[in-house]
Protein backbone atom coordinates (compact mmCIF):
# COMPACT_ATOMS: atom_id res chain seq x y z
CA UNK A 1 0.00 0.00 0.00
CA UNK A 2 2.68 2.22 1.29
CA UNK A 3 4.78 1.53 -1.77
CA UNK A 4 1.51 1.96 -4.75
CA UNK A 5 1.09 5.63 -2.59
CA UNK A 6 4.86 6.57 -3.51
CA UNK A 7 4.49 5.60 -7.11
CA UNK A 8 1.38 7.79 -7.03
CA UNK A 9 3.10 10.76 -5.81
CA UNK A 10 6.39 10.33 -8.03
CA UNK A 11 4.00 10.49 -11.30
CA UNK A 12 2.13 13.54 -9.88
CA UNK A 13 5.25 14.74 -8.89
CA UNK A 14 6.89 14.75 -12.53
CA UNK A 15 3.21 15.47 -14.10
CA UNK A 16 3.45 18.66 -11.90
CA UNK A 17 6.87 19.44 -12.65
CA UNK A 18 5.76 18.98 -16.66
CA UNK A 19 2.84 21.36 -16.43
CA UNK A 20 5.45 23.84 -14.49
CA UNK A 21 7.45 23.34 -17.59
CA UNK A 22 5.28 24.04 -19.82
CA UNK A 23 3.55 27.29 -17.72
CA UNK A 24 7.45 28.66 -18.28
CA UNK A 25 7.73 28.38 -21.87
CA UNK A 26 4.58 29.93 -22.18
CA UNK A 27 4.82 32.94 -19.74
CA UNK A 28 8.68 33.06 -21.84
CA UNK A 29 6.94 33.59 -25.04
CA UNK A 30 4.21 35.66 -24.10
CA UNK A 31 7.17 38.04 -22.55
CA UNK A 32 8.93 37.97 -26.08
CA UNK A 33 6.14 39.45 -28.03
CA UNK A 34 6.25 43.19 -25.70
CA UNK A 35 8.53 45.16 -27.80
CA UNK A 36 11.97 46.13 -26.39
CA UNK A 37 12.10 49.82 -24.72
CA UNK A 38 15.54 51.66 -26.27
CA UNK A 39 17.03 52.40 -23.18
CA UNK A 40 17.01 48.79 -21.86
CA UNK A 41 19.68 46.01 -23.45
CA UNK A 42 18.33 43.71 -26.00
CA UNK A 43 16.79 40.57 -24.63
CA UNK A 44 15.89 42.32 -21.43
CA UNK A 45 12.75 40.71 -20.17
CA UNK A 46 9.84 40.99 -17.50
CA UNK A 47 11.38 37.93 -16.04
CA UNK A 48 7.66 36.32 -15.57
CA UNK A 49 8.85 32.95 -16.51
CA UNK A 50 11.09 33.55 -13.75
CA UNK A 51 8.11 33.09 -11.16
CA UNK A 52 8.47 29.49 -12.55
CA UNK A 53 11.64 28.60 -11.49
CA UNK A 54 11.55 30.49 -8.12
CA UNK A 55 8.29 28.22 -7.16
CA UNK A 56 10.04 25.00 -8.91
CA UNK A 57 13.17 25.88 -6.45
CA UNK A 58 11.26 26.21 -3.52
CA UNK A 59 8.43 23.51 -4.05
CA UNK A 60 10.40 20.13 -6.41
CA UNK A 61 13.24 20.22 -5.51
CA UNK A 62 16.84 21.52 -7.14
CA UNK A 63 17.50 19.27 -9.93
CA UNK A 64 13.82 19.66 -11.42
CA UNK A 65 13.99 23.27 -11.20
CA UNK A 66 17.29 23.39 -12.65
CA UNK A 67 15.79 20.67 -15.26
CA UNK A 68 13.16 23.27 -15.98
CA UNK A 69 15.33 26.06 -16.22
CA UNK A 70 17.67 24.51 -19.25
CA UNK A 71 14.46 23.89 -21.16
CA UNK A 72 13.48 27.52 -20.68
CA UNK A 73 17.01 27.71 -21.82
CA UNK A 74 16.79 25.30 -24.99
CA UNK A 75 13.61 27.05 -25.82
CA UNK A 76 15.35 30.44 -26.05
CA UNK A 77 17.60 28.77 -28.30
CA UNK A 78 15.13 27.11 -30.79
CA UNK A 79 13.18 30.35 -31.51
CA UNK A 80 16.24 33.03 -31.08
CA UNK A 81 19.98 30.89 -31.74
CA UNK A 82 22.58 29.61 -30.21
CA UNK A 83 23.97 33.22 -28.27
CA UNK A 84 20.41 33.59 -26.99
CA UNK A 85 20.56 29.70 -25.77
CA UNK A 86 23.72 30.19 -23.77
CA UNK A 87 22.32 33.51 -22.26
CA UNK A 88 19.13 32.46 -21.10
CA UNK A 89 20.41 29.16 -19.66
CA UNK A 90 23.19 30.67 -17.76
CA UNK A 91 21.23 33.24 -16.44
CA UNK A 92 18.20 30.82 -15.54
CA UNK A 93 20.52 28.10 -14.16
CA UNK A 94 22.63 30.42 -11.64
CA UNK A 95 19.40 31.82 -10.47
CA UNK A 96 17.39 29.05 -9.74
CA UNK A 97 20.69 27.73 -8.13
CA UNK A 98 20.56 31.02 -6.14
CA UNK A 99 17.18 31.10 -5.05
CA UNK A 100 17.11 27.21 -4.39
CA UNK A 101 20.47 28.15 -1.65
CA UNK A 102 18.37 31.05 -0.21
CA UNK A 103 15.29 29.11 0.94
CA UNK A 104 17.74 26.99 2.12
CA UNK A 105 18.71 28.95 5.14
CA UNK A 106 16.12 28.13 8.25
CA UNK A 107 15.87 31.45 8.89
CA UNK A 108 14.12 32.55 6.17
CA UNK A 109 15.75 36.05 6.40
CA UNK A 110 14.46 37.38 2.67
CA UNK A 111 10.85 37.82 1.90
CA UNK A 112 9.53 36.95 -1.63
CA UNK A 113 10.28 40.21 -2.57
CA UNK A 114 13.80 40.11 -1.62
CA UNK A 115 14.34 36.17 -3.09
CA UNK A 116 12.28 37.61 -6.70
CA UNK A 117 15.11 40.27 -6.67
CA UNK A 118 18.49 38.08 -5.82
CA UNK A 119 16.80 35.86 -8.51
CA UNK A 120 16.75 38.13 -11.46
CA UNK A 121 19.73 40.02 -10.30
CA UNK A 122 21.32 36.80 -10.45
CA UNK A 123 19.82 35.98 -13.87
CA UNK A 124 20.57 39.42 -15.11
CA UNK A 125 24.59 38.99 -13.44
CA UNK A 126 25.11 35.39 -15.63
CA UNK A 127 23.29 36.60 -18.22
CA UNK A 128 25.53 39.47 -19.27
CA UNK A 129 28.62 37.75 -18.51
CA UNK A 130 27.99 35.19 -21.03
CA UNK A 131 26.96 37.87 -23.62
CA UNK A 132 30.00 39.80 -22.68
CA UNK A 133 32.32 36.67 -23.10
CA UNK A 134 30.73 35.03 -26.47
CA UNK A 135 30.38 38.71 -28.19
CA UNK A 136 32.16 42.07 -27.19
CA UNK A 137 32.81 43.62 -23.84
CA UNK A 138 31.36 46.70 -24.64
CA UNK A 139 28.00 45.25 -23.27
CA UNK A 140 29.15 45.89 -19.64
CA UNK A 141 27.87 49.67 -20.75
CA UNK A 142 24.22 48.18 -19.84
CA UNK A 143 25.27 47.15 -16.19
CA UNK A 144 23.40 50.09 -14.54
CA UNK A 145 20.19 49.75 -16.70
CA UNK A 146 20.46 45.54 -15.82
CA UNK A 147 20.61 46.53 -12.19
CA UNK A 148 17.65 48.79 -11.79
CA UNK A 149 15.75 46.55 -14.32
CA UNK A 150 16.82 43.92 -12.16
CA UNK A 151 15.31 45.19 -9.08
CA UNK A 152 12.49 46.10 -11.33
CA UNK A 153 10.74 42.78 -12.13
CA UNK A 154 12.19 40.76 -9.19
CA UNK A 155 10.16 42.92 -7.08
CA UNK A 156 7.08 42.47 -9.56
CA UNK A 157 8.13 38.67 -9.94
CA UNK A 158 8.09 38.38 -6.02
CA UNK A 159 5.02 39.82 -5.86
CA UNK A 160 3.46 37.95 -8.69
CA UNK A 161 4.43 34.69 -7.06
CA UNK A 162 3.47 35.12 -3.45
CA UNK A 163 -0.47 35.86 -5.17
CA UNK A 164 0.05 32.75 -6.80
CA UNK A 165 1.31 30.75 -4.72
CA UNK A 166 -1.67 29.45 -3.07
CA UNK A 167 -3.32 28.29 -6.60
CA UNK A 168 0.22 26.28 -7.59
CA UNK A 169 0.32 24.94 -3.80
CA UNK A 170 -3.65 23.92 -4.81
CA UNK A 171 -2.30 22.29 -7.84
CA UNK A 172 0.26 20.35 -6.74
CA UNK A 173 -0.98 18.48 -4.29
CA UNK B 1 6.08 38.77 1.57
CA UNK B 2 8.06 41.63 2.37
CA UNK B 3 11.01 41.14 5.24
CA UNK B 4 13.36 43.79 6.48
CA UNK B 5 16.35 42.46 5.38
CA UNK B 6 15.32 42.63 1.62
CA UNK B 7 16.20 46.16 1.94
CA UNK B 8 19.90 45.15 2.83
CA UNK B 9 19.58 43.27 -0.30
CA UNK B 10 17.69 45.98 -2.30
CA UNK B 11 19.06 49.76 -1.26
CA UNK B 12 23.01 48.60 -2.16
CA UNK B 13 22.38 47.72 -5.33
CA UNK B 14 19.89 50.50 -6.22
CA UNK B 15 22.28 53.13 -5.13
CA UNK B 16 25.20 51.10 -7.01
CA UNK B 17 22.70 51.14 -10.21
CA UNK B 18 22.26 54.81 -9.80
CA UNK B 19 26.11 55.78 -9.25
CA UNK B 20 26.96 53.74 -12.25
CA UNK B 21 24.07 54.87 -14.66
CA UNK B 22 25.66 58.80 -13.65
CA UNK B 23 28.67 57.78 -14.58
CA UNK B 24 28.15 56.60 -17.99
CA UNK B 25 25.49 59.39 -18.75
CA UNK B 26 27.12 62.54 -20.12
CA UNK B 27 25.12 66.24 -20.95
CA UNK B 28 22.79 65.88 -23.27
CA UNK B 29 24.10 68.02 -26.38
CA UNK B 30 24.41 66.17 -29.38
CA UNK B 31 27.33 63.52 -28.97
CA UNK B 32 29.36 61.47 -31.33
CA UNK B 33 28.66 58.02 -32.32
CA UNK B 34 31.19 55.31 -31.91
CA UNK B 35 30.94 52.50 -33.66
CA UNK B 36 33.09 49.14 -32.80
CA UNK B 37 33.23 45.63 -34.16
CA UNK B 38 34.37 43.24 -32.23
CA UNK B 39 35.23 45.36 -29.62
CA UNK B 40 37.54 47.71 -31.36
CA UNK B 41 36.40 51.08 -32.55
CA UNK B 42 36.11 51.12 -36.67
CA UNK B 43 33.88 54.51 -36.90
CA UNK B 44 32.76 57.61 -35.83
CA UNK B 45 30.43 60.35 -36.55
CA UNK B 46 30.08 63.68 -34.88
CA UNK B 47 25.99 63.47 -34.80
CA UNK B 48 25.86 66.91 -34.58
CA UNK B 49 27.46 68.00 -37.68
CA UNK B 50 25.50 65.30 -39.61
CA UNK B 51 23.68 67.19 -42.14
CA UNK B 52 22.31 64.64 -44.06
CA UNK B 53 21.24 60.99 -43.94
CA UNK B 54 23.06 58.23 -45.08
CA UNK B 55 23.56 53.99 -44.81
CA UNK B 56 26.83 52.85 -43.22
CA UNK B 57 27.22 49.20 -44.93
CA UNK B 58 28.83 47.27 -42.02
CA UNK B 59 28.66 44.02 -43.68
CA UNK B 60 29.68 41.07 -41.61
CA UNK B 61 28.48 37.76 -41.53
CA UNK B 62 24.79 39.49 -40.88
CA UNK B 63 24.80 42.07 -43.27
CA UNK B 64 24.57 44.86 -41.20
CA UNK B 65 23.79 48.23 -41.54
CA UNK B 66 22.98 51.91 -39.76
CA UNK B 67 21.01 54.67 -40.66
CA UNK B 68 23.26 57.98 -39.72
CA UNK B 69 20.48 60.84 -39.58
CA UNK B 70 21.34 64.63 -38.06
CA UNK B 71 21.85 64.07 -34.52
CA UNK B 72 20.48 60.35 -34.51
CA UNK B 73 21.79 57.25 -35.29
CA UNK B 74 19.74 53.32 -35.38
CA UNK B 75 20.49 50.18 -36.82
CA UNK B 76 18.71 50.25 -40.03
CA UNK B 77 19.29 46.29 -41.06
CA UNK B 78 20.80 43.27 -39.81
CA UNK B 79 20.19 39.55 -40.61
CA UNK B 80 19.86 38.52 -37.00
CA UNK B 81 16.61 36.45 -35.67
CA UNK B 82 16.28 38.67 -32.93
CA UNK B 83 16.46 41.84 -34.77
CA UNK B 84 16.50 43.62 -31.43
CA UNK B 85 19.41 45.97 -32.31
CA UNK B 86 17.11 47.20 -34.87
CA UNK B 87 14.09 47.43 -32.61
CA UNK B 88 16.04 49.59 -30.02
CA UNK B 89 15.44 52.63 -32.53
CA UNK B 90 17.11 55.65 -33.21
CA UNK B 91 19.87 56.80 -30.35
CA UNK B 92 20.65 60.17 -30.10
CA UNK B 93 22.03 61.20 -26.36
CA UNK B 94 25.25 60.46 -24.30
CA UNK B 95 25.32 57.38 -23.12
CA UNK B 96 22.88 55.05 -24.88
CA UNK B 97 23.61 52.62 -26.70
CA UNK B 98 22.34 49.95 -29.25
CA UNK B 99 23.65 46.27 -29.67
CA UNK B 100 23.68 43.49 -32.39
CA UNK B 101 24.77 40.98 -30.32
CA UNK B 102 25.05 37.85 -32.97
CA UNK B 103 27.00 40.32 -35.17
CA UNK B 104 29.47 42.43 -32.35
CA UNK B 105 28.20 45.23 -33.46
CA UNK B 106 28.27 48.02 -31.18
CA UNK B 107 26.45 51.38 -31.53
CA UNK B 108 27.40 54.00 -28.48
CA UNK B 109 26.72 57.59 -28.07
CA UNK B 110 30.05 59.56 -26.32
CA UNK B 111 30.04 63.45 -24.97
CA UNK B 112 31.59 65.80 -27.33
CA UNK B 113 34.39 66.98 -24.19
CA UNK B 114 35.00 63.57 -23.66
CA UNK B 115 36.29 62.57 -26.73
CA UNK B 116 39.29 64.33 -27.47
CA UNK B 117 42.02 63.48 -25.80
CA UNK B 118 44.86 66.33 -26.49
CA UNK B 119 45.34 69.53 -28.64
CA UNK B 120 47.70 70.57 -31.66
CA UNK B 121 48.65 73.89 -32.50
CA UNK C 1 30.60 21.32 7.81
CA UNK C 2 27.27 22.08 8.91
CA UNK C 3 24.69 22.62 6.27
CA UNK C 4 24.49 26.31 6.41
CA UNK C 5 28.03 26.61 6.03
CA UNK C 6 27.89 24.83 2.98
CA UNK C 7 25.03 26.90 1.56
CA UNK C 8 26.69 30.19 2.35
CA UNK C 9 29.86 28.76 0.62
CA UNK C 10 28.07 27.57 -2.07
CA UNK C 11 25.98 30.72 -2.70
CA UNK C 12 28.85 32.79 -2.38
CA UNK C 13 31.07 31.22 -5.02
CA UNK C 14 28.39 31.70 -7.47
CA UNK C 15 28.19 35.10 -6.76
CA UNK C 16 31.46 35.73 -6.49
CA UNK C 17 32.31 34.19 -9.92
CA UNK C 18 29.45 36.57 -11.36
CA UNK C 19 31.00 39.56 -9.62
CA UNK C 20 34.05 38.79 -10.22
CA UNK C 21 33.42 38.40 -13.99
CA UNK C 22 31.28 41.58 -14.14
CA UNK C 23 33.77 43.90 -12.04
CA UNK C 24 36.77 43.04 -14.33
CA UNK C 25 34.50 43.79 -17.40
CA UNK C 26 33.75 47.28 -16.26
CA UNK C 27 37.28 47.86 -14.90
CA UNK C 28 38.80 47.13 -18.17
CA UNK C 29 36.11 48.14 -20.62
CA UNK C 30 34.06 50.58 -18.36
CA UNK C 31 36.26 52.96 -20.34
CA UNK C 32 36.86 54.60 -16.99
CA UNK C 33 40.01 52.93 -16.16
CA UNK C 34 42.29 55.13 -13.87
CA UNK C 35 44.34 57.96 -15.64
CA UNK C 36 46.99 60.07 -14.03
CA UNK C 37 48.09 63.48 -15.25
CA UNK C 38 51.30 65.89 -14.79
CA UNK C 39 51.48 69.24 -16.02
CA UNK C 40 54.99 70.47 -16.21
CA UNK C 41 56.81 73.46 -17.65
CA UNK C 42 59.83 72.86 -19.64
CA UNK C 43 61.15 74.63 -23.09
CA UNK C 44 59.58 77.54 -22.66
CA UNK C 45 56.21 75.85 -23.14
CA UNK C 46 53.80 73.52 -20.93
CA UNK C 47 54.07 69.96 -20.61
CA UNK C 48 50.81 67.67 -20.08
CA UNK C 49 50.88 64.05 -19.68
CA UNK C 50 47.76 61.56 -19.49
CA UNK C 51 49.13 57.93 -18.71
CA UNK C 52 47.07 54.58 -18.13
CA UNK C 53 48.19 51.37 -16.12
CA UNK C 54 50.12 51.03 -13.66
CA UNK C 55 53.52 51.99 -12.93
CA UNK C 56 51.94 55.07 -14.04
CA UNK C 57 53.02 57.82 -11.55
CA UNK C 58 56.90 56.55 -12.05
CA UNK C 59 56.06 57.22 -15.81
CA UNK C 60 54.84 60.36 -15.31
CA UNK C 61 57.68 61.25 -13.74
CA UNK C 62 60.38 60.11 -15.85
CA UNK C 63 58.22 61.56 -18.67
CA UNK C 64 58.81 65.27 -17.78
CA UNK C 65 62.53 64.51 -16.34
CA UNK C 66 63.17 63.37 -20.03
CA UNK C 67 61.76 66.61 -21.47
CA UNK C 68 64.23 68.75 -19.36
CA UNK C 69 67.13 66.29 -19.85
CA UNK C 70 66.48 66.62 -23.51
CA UNK C 71 66.55 70.67 -23.31
CA UNK C 72 69.47 70.18 -21.43
CA UNK C 73 71.19 68.90 -24.73
CA UNK C 74 69.72 70.76 -27.13
CA UNK C 75 68.45 74.44 -26.38
CA UNK C 76 70.93 76.99 -27.40
CA UNK C 77 69.31 78.79 -24.25
CA UNK C 78 71.34 76.68 -21.63
CA UNK C 79 74.51 77.30 -21.23
CA UNK C 80 76.07 74.10 -21.46
CA UNK C 81 74.14 72.71 -23.93
CA UNK C 82 75.45 70.77 -26.75
CA UNK C 83 74.33 73.26 -29.09
CA UNK C 84 75.80 76.32 -27.12
CA UNK C 85 78.75 74.83 -27.11
CA UNK C 86 78.61 74.31 -30.97
CA UNK C 87 77.24 77.72 -31.55
CA UNK C 88 80.49 78.60 -29.48
CA UNK C 89 83.24 76.85 -31.15
CA UNK C 90 81.35 78.09 -34.76
CA UNK C 91 84.28 78.67 -37.07
CA UNK C 92 86.68 76.86 -34.88
CA UNK C 93 86.42 73.19 -33.44
CA UNK C 94 84.52 69.99 -33.63
CA UNK C 95 82.80 69.44 -30.36
CA UNK C 96 81.79 66.08 -28.90
CA UNK C 97 77.48 66.06 -28.26
CA UNK C 98 75.19 63.55 -27.56
CA UNK C 99 73.72 60.77 -29.60
CA UNK C 100 70.47 62.29 -28.87
CA UNK C 101 71.65 65.82 -30.38
CA UNK C 102 73.36 63.98 -32.92
CA UNK C 103 70.41 62.27 -34.22
CA UNK C 104 67.98 65.67 -34.17
CA UNK C 105 70.77 67.43 -36.09
CA UNK C 106 70.73 64.92 -38.75
CA UNK C 107 66.09 65.24 -38.78
CA UNK C 108 67.15 68.56 -39.62
CA UNK C 109 69.78 68.49 -42.10
CA UNK C 110 67.76 65.95 -44.04
CA UNK C 111 64.65 67.97 -44.06
CA UNK C 112 66.52 71.03 -44.49
CA UNK C 113 67.84 69.30 -47.52
CA UNK C 114 64.75 67.94 -49.19
CA UNK C 115 63.34 71.38 -48.76
CA UNK C 116 66.18 72.72 -50.49
CA UNK C 117 66.58 75.16 -47.18
CA UNK C 118 63.31 76.59 -47.03
CA UNK C 119 63.88 74.54 -43.52
CA UNK C 120 67.40 75.10 -41.79
CA UNK C 121 68.25 74.48 -37.86
CA UNK C 122 71.38 77.13 -39.02
CA UNK C 123 68.11 80.01 -38.58
CA UNK C 124 69.99 81.31 -35.30
CA UNK C 125 71.57 84.57 -36.22
CA UNK C 126 68.15 85.54 -38.15
CA UNK C 127 65.69 84.49 -35.21
CA UNK C 128 68.20 86.29 -32.77
CA UNK C 129 67.49 89.53 -34.70
CA UNK C 130 63.62 88.80 -34.43
CA UNK C 131 64.05 87.58 -30.77
CA UNK C 132 60.20 86.27 -30.65
CA UNK C 133 59.12 86.34 -27.30
CA UNK C 134 61.76 88.11 -25.61
CA UNK C 135 60.60 91.40 -24.06
CA UNK C 136 62.65 93.37 -26.88
CA UNK C 137 60.88 91.31 -30.07
CA UNK C 138 61.11 93.82 -33.42
CA UNK C 139 60.92 93.73 -37.17
CA UNK C 140 64.91 94.07 -38.11
CA UNK C 141 66.39 96.26 -40.56
CA UNK C 142 66.61 95.21 -44.17
CA UNK C 143 70.47 95.93 -43.86
CA UNK C 144 70.53 93.52 -40.42
CA UNK C 145 68.81 90.82 -42.73
CA UNK C 146 71.28 91.37 -45.58
CA UNK C 147 74.06 91.27 -43.19
CA UNK C 148 72.87 87.66 -41.43
CA UNK C 149 71.51 85.76 -43.86
CA UNK C 150 74.49 84.31 -45.58
CA UNK C 151 75.51 82.71 -42.01
CA UNK C 152 72.21 80.93 -42.53
CA UNK C 153 73.51 77.68 -44.58
CA UNK C 154 72.69 74.05 -43.40
CA UNK C 155 75.33 73.00 -45.73
CA UNK C 156 77.85 74.45 -43.11
CA UNK C 157 77.02 72.01 -40.43
CA UNK C 158 78.55 68.89 -40.68
CA UNK C 159 78.23 65.50 -38.67
CA UNK C 160 80.37 63.10 -37.87
CA UNK C 161 78.53 59.91 -36.91
CA UNK C 162 81.39 57.28 -36.16
CA UNK C 163 82.59 59.45 -33.06
CA UNK C 164 79.62 61.58 -32.54
CA UNK C 165 80.88 65.58 -32.81
CA UNK C 166 80.19 68.06 -34.77
CA UNK C 167 80.85 71.76 -36.32
CA UNK C 168 80.07 74.77 -37.44
CA UNK C 169 82.35 75.77 -40.60
CA UNK C 170 81.93 79.97 -39.91
CA UNK C 171 81.57 81.93 -37.08
CA UNK C 172 78.74 83.91 -36.48
CA UNK C 173 76.67 80.64 -37.31
CA UNK C 174 74.46 79.43 -35.23
CA UNK C 175 71.90 76.65 -34.28
CA UNK C 176 68.64 77.10 -33.51
CA UNK C 177 66.45 74.05 -32.67
CA UNK C 178 63.06 75.74 -31.55
CA UNK C 179 61.43 74.43 -34.27
CA UNK C 180 61.91 70.41 -34.01
CA UNK C 181 62.95 70.66 -30.22
CA UNK C 182 59.75 70.17 -28.89
CA UNK C 183 58.96 67.19 -31.11
CA UNK C 184 61.76 65.45 -30.05
CA UNK C 185 61.07 65.78 -26.69
CA UNK C 186 57.93 63.83 -27.18
CA UNK C 187 60.00 61.07 -28.82
CA UNK C 188 61.44 60.93 -25.47
CA UNK C 189 58.44 61.04 -23.59
CA UNK C 190 57.11 58.10 -25.64
CA UNK C 191 60.47 55.90 -25.13
CA UNK C 192 60.34 56.67 -20.97
CA UNK C 193 56.68 55.16 -21.49
CA UNK C 194 57.60 52.12 -23.05
CA UNK C 195 60.56 51.31 -20.55
CA UNK C 196 58.31 52.37 -17.46
CA UNK C 197 55.83 49.43 -19.22
CA UNK C 198 52.53 51.51 -18.61
CA UNK C 199 49.65 50.81 -20.95
CA UNK C 200 49.07 53.44 -23.00
CA UNK C 201 49.93 57.54 -22.87
CA UNK C 202 49.32 60.74 -24.27
CA UNK C 203 52.24 63.40 -23.76
CA UNK C 204 51.74 67.22 -25.21
CA UNK C 205 54.92 69.42 -25.17
CA UNK C 206 53.41 73.03 -26.44
CA UNK C 207 51.41 71.81 -29.41
CA UNK C 208 53.15 68.43 -30.42
CA UNK C 209 51.87 65.24 -29.20
CA UNK C 210 53.00 61.84 -29.10
CA UNK C 211 51.02 59.12 -28.46
CA UNK C 212 51.64 55.27 -27.17
CA UNK C 213 49.98 52.24 -26.91
CA UNK C 214 46.24 52.10 -26.62
CA UNK C 215 43.53 53.58 -24.31
CA UNK C 216 41.64 51.35 -21.68
CA UNK C 217 38.99 49.45 -23.71
CA UNK C 218 41.26 49.08 -26.71
CA UNK C 219 40.41 52.29 -28.63
CA UNK C 220 42.21 54.93 -30.13
CA UNK C 221 42.90 58.51 -29.77
CA UNK C 222 41.21 61.62 -31.14
CA UNK C 223 43.80 64.78 -31.07
CA UNK C 224 41.78 68.07 -31.96
CA UNK C 225 43.69 70.92 -34.33
CA UNK C 226 43.40 73.96 -32.61
CA UNK C 227 41.03 76.74 -34.26
CA UNK C 228 43.70 79.48 -34.62
CA UNK C 229 40.94 81.97 -34.58
CA UNK C 230 40.28 81.26 -30.65
CA UNK C 231 41.90 82.60 -27.52
CA UNK C 232 44.34 80.74 -25.82
CA UNK C 233 42.97 80.12 -22.13
CA UNK C 234 39.51 79.08 -24.26
CA UNK C 235 40.87 77.10 -26.86
CA UNK C 236 38.08 75.74 -29.69
CA UNK C 237 39.57 72.97 -32.62
CA UNK C 238 38.80 73.00 -36.13
CA UNK C 239 38.55 69.11 -35.98
CA UNK C 240 39.75 66.41 -34.95
CA UNK C 241 42.03 63.41 -36.45
CA UNK C 242 41.78 59.95 -34.84
CA UNK C 243 45.86 58.31 -34.18
CA UNK C 244 47.04 55.42 -32.79
CA UNK C 245 49.58 54.49 -30.32
CA UNK C 246 53.16 55.20 -31.73
CA UNK C 247 51.83 58.24 -34.01
CA UNK C 248 53.04 61.92 -33.14
CA UNK C 249 51.77 65.25 -34.34
CA UNK C 250 53.25 68.97 -34.43
CA UNK C 251 51.37 72.12 -35.54
CA UNK C 252 53.29 75.31 -36.96
CA UNK C 253 50.56 78.33 -36.33
CA UNK C 254 51.03 81.69 -37.19
CA UNK C 255 49.40 82.34 -34.10
CA UNK C 256 51.43 80.63 -31.70
CA UNK C 257 54.13 83.77 -31.82
CA UNK C 258 53.34 86.69 -33.43
CA UNK C 259 53.62 90.60 -32.69
CA UNK C 260 52.16 93.67 -33.98
CA UNK C 261 54.46 96.74 -35.13
CA UNK C 262 53.26 99.66 -36.76
CA UNK C 263 49.99 97.88 -37.37
CA UNK C 264 51.85 94.94 -39.14
CA UNK C 265 51.55 92.08 -37.62
CA UNK C 266 54.63 89.70 -37.61
CA UNK C 267 54.59 86.12 -37.02
CA UNK C 268 57.55 83.48 -36.29
CA UNK C 269 57.86 81.18 -39.18
CA UNK C 270 60.17 82.79 -40.99
CA UNK C 271 61.89 82.12 -44.91
CA UNK C 272 65.51 80.89 -44.27
CA UNK C 273 65.68 82.90 -47.93
CA UNK C 274 64.83 86.12 -46.89
CA UNK C 275 64.64 86.42 -42.99
CA UNK C 276 61.14 87.05 -42.88
CA UNK C 277 58.26 85.85 -41.96
CA UNK C 278 56.48 83.81 -44.71
CA UNK C 279 53.87 85.23 -46.40
CA UNK C 280 51.63 82.49 -48.23
CA UNK C 281 48.39 82.74 -46.98
CA UNK C 282 48.49 79.53 -44.98
CA UNK C 283 47.77 79.82 -41.09
CA UNK C 284 48.82 77.04 -39.46
CA UNK C 285 49.78 73.29 -40.83
CA UNK C 286 49.98 70.09 -38.62
CA UNK C 287 51.66 66.97 -39.68
CA UNK C 288 51.09 63.53 -38.51
CA UNK C 289 53.77 60.55 -38.94
CA UNK C 290 55.57 58.30 -36.56
CA UNK C 291 58.30 60.16 -35.26
CA UNK C 292 58.09 63.28 -32.91
CA UNK C 293 60.93 65.06 -34.47
CA UNK C 294 60.36 64.64 -38.02
CA UNK C 295 56.29 66.18 -37.41
CA UNK C 296 57.67 68.84 -35.78
CA UNK C 297 60.43 69.78 -38.02
CA UNK C 298 58.02 68.91 -40.84
CA UNK C 299 55.38 71.47 -39.88
CA UNK C 300 57.54 74.23 -40.33
CA UNK C 301 59.22 73.14 -43.68
CA UNK C 302 55.72 72.72 -44.93
CA UNK C 303 54.06 75.71 -44.35
CA UNK C 304 57.06 77.55 -45.32
CA UNK C 305 56.66 75.65 -48.49
CA UNK C 306 53.24 75.94 -49.05
CA UNK C 307 50.31 73.94 -49.61
CA UNK C 308 51.13 72.19 -52.87
CA UNK C 309 55.27 71.16 -52.26
CA UNK C 310 54.60 71.00 -48.47
CA UNK C 311 52.46 68.26 -49.17
CA UNK C 312 54.78 66.64 -52.01
CA UNK C 313 57.71 67.14 -49.01
CA UNK C 314 55.63 65.18 -46.57
CA UNK C 315 54.29 62.69 -48.57
CA UNK C 316 57.77 61.93 -49.64
CA UNK C 317 58.31 61.12 -45.85
CA UNK C 318 54.63 59.32 -45.72
CA UNK C 319 53.66 61.78 -43.38
CA UNK C 320 49.66 62.97 -43.53
CA UNK C 321 49.00 66.61 -43.49
CA UNK C 322 46.52 69.32 -42.42
CA UNK C 323 46.79 72.28 -44.21
CA UNK C 324 44.57 75.36 -42.97
CA UNK C 325 44.37 79.11 -44.75
CA UNK C 326 43.27 82.14 -43.64
CA UNK C 327 40.20 81.74 -46.02
CA UNK C 328 39.21 79.14 -43.42
CA UNK C 329 39.53 76.32 -46.12
CA UNK C 330 41.57 73.14 -44.62
CA UNK C 331 43.21 70.58 -46.97
CA UNK C 332 43.84 67.21 -45.76
CA UNK C 333 46.30 64.54 -47.49
CA UNK C 334 44.82 61.61 -48.87
CA UNK C 335 46.06 59.53 -46.18
CA UNK C 336 44.70 61.45 -43.41
CA UNK C 337 41.18 61.75 -45.34
CA UNK C 338 39.20 59.38 -43.31
CA UNK C 339 40.49 59.90 -39.85
CA UNK C 340 40.10 63.54 -39.50
CA UNK C 341 36.64 65.14 -38.66
CA UNK C 342 35.90 68.78 -39.16
CA UNK C 343 34.09 69.52 -36.41
CA UNK C 344 33.69 73.94 -36.72
CA UNK C 345 31.53 74.06 -39.88
CA UNK C 346 30.57 77.32 -39.47
CA UNK C 347 34.45 79.57 -39.81
CA UNK C 348 35.99 76.50 -41.69
CA UNK C 349 35.31 74.67 -45.12
CA UNK C 350 37.27 71.55 -46.61
CA UNK C 351 39.02 71.91 -50.01
CA UNK C 352 37.56 69.07 -52.15
Known amino acids: MKDLNNISKNTKDVAFIGLLGALALVLSGLESLIPPIPMLPPGAKLGLSNIVTMYAAGSVGLIPALCIALLKGLFAGMTRGSVALMMSTAGGLASTFVIWLLLRIKSQPFGYIGLGVAGALTHNGAQLCVAALLTTPAVVFYIPWLILFGIGTGIITGLVLRIILPILGRIHT | MFKKKDLLLIIPFLILGVCLLFWTQKSHDAGIAVIEENGSEIARYDLATQTQTEVIDIGGDYHVKLLLEPGKISFQSSDCPDQICVRTGKISSPGQVAVCLPAKVVVRIIGKNSQVDGMTG | ?352
Open chain 3, 1 to 352: MTKKKKITISLCAVLAVIAAVLIYLWVNYGYRTQSQESTSWAMGTYVQQVVYGKNAQAALTTGSQAVTDLEDKISWRVDDSDVSRLNAAAGSTWEKIDPKTLSILKVSLDVAQKSNGLFDPTILPITSLWNFGGSNQRVPSEDELQKFLPYVNYQDLRINEADSTASLKKHYEGIDLGSIGKGAACDEVVTAYQNAGIDAGIVAVGGSIGLYGKKPGNSNWSVAIRDPKTEDGNAGSIGTIGMEGGQFVSTSGTYEKEFTQDGKTYHHLLNPKNGMPQDNGLVSVSVVCDNGALSDALSTACFVLGLDDGMKLAESYQAGTVFVDQNGKVTVSSDLKGKFQLTNTSDYSMAS
